[in-house]
C-alpha cells in the first residue's frame, strides 16, 4: 500500500524559505508522477508542481515558477519542494500525491495523497 508522509513545514516570516518533504513507500515509484498541491483556507485544492520520478522532468503552476523548485532522491524515495521568497498568500496545506502516468502536464486524477504538512507565512 502507498503511503506518503510530508514534512517540513512551519511558520515562516515572508521573504523565508522552507524546504518540504514527501517521503514515499510501499511500492517501487518507476513510471509514476509526483506532485505537490496546496489548499489555502476557503479556497479550492490547487496544483502546485509535478515530477516523473524516472526522468525528472518537471512541470509548474504558474503562480509558484521561479520560486518552487520540486526535485526527488530515488534512492531514498523522497520528493522535496523547495519554496523561497515565501509571500503571505502562500499560507496553505501542502500536499504531496503520486499517479502512474507518463504525464506530469495532467494535473488530475492523482490515486494517492499525504496527510498535508501546514505552511504559514507572516507577513
Known amino acids: 500500500q502507498v503511503q506518503l508522509v510530508e514534512s517540513g513545514g512551519g511558520l515562516v516570516q515572508a521573504g523565508g524559505s522552507l524546504r518540504l518533504s514527501c517521503a514515499a513507500s510501499g511500492r517501487a515509484f518507476s513510471g509514476y508522477v509526483m506532485g505537490w498541491f496546496r489548499q489555502a483556507p476557503g479556497k479550492e485544492r490547487e496544483f502546485v508542481a509535478a515530477i516523473s520520478w524516472n526522468v525528472g522532468s518537471t512541470y509548474y503552476a504558474d503562480s509558484v515558477k521561479g520560486r518552487f523548485t520540486i526535485s526527488r532522491d530515488n534512492a531514498k524515495n523522497t520528493m522535496y519542494l523547495q519554496i523561497n521568497s515565501l509571500k503571505p498568500e502562500d499560507t496553505a496545506v501542502y500536499y504531496c500525491?503520486?499517479?502512474?502516468?507518463?504525464?506530469?502536464?495532467?494535473?488530475?486524477?492523482?490515486?494517492?495523497w499525504g496527510q498535508g504538512t501546514q505552511v504559514t507565512v507572516s507577513s
Open positions: 500525491a503520486a499517479k502512474f502516468s507518463s504525464s506530469i502536464y495532467i494535473l488530475h486524477n492523482y490515486d494517492y
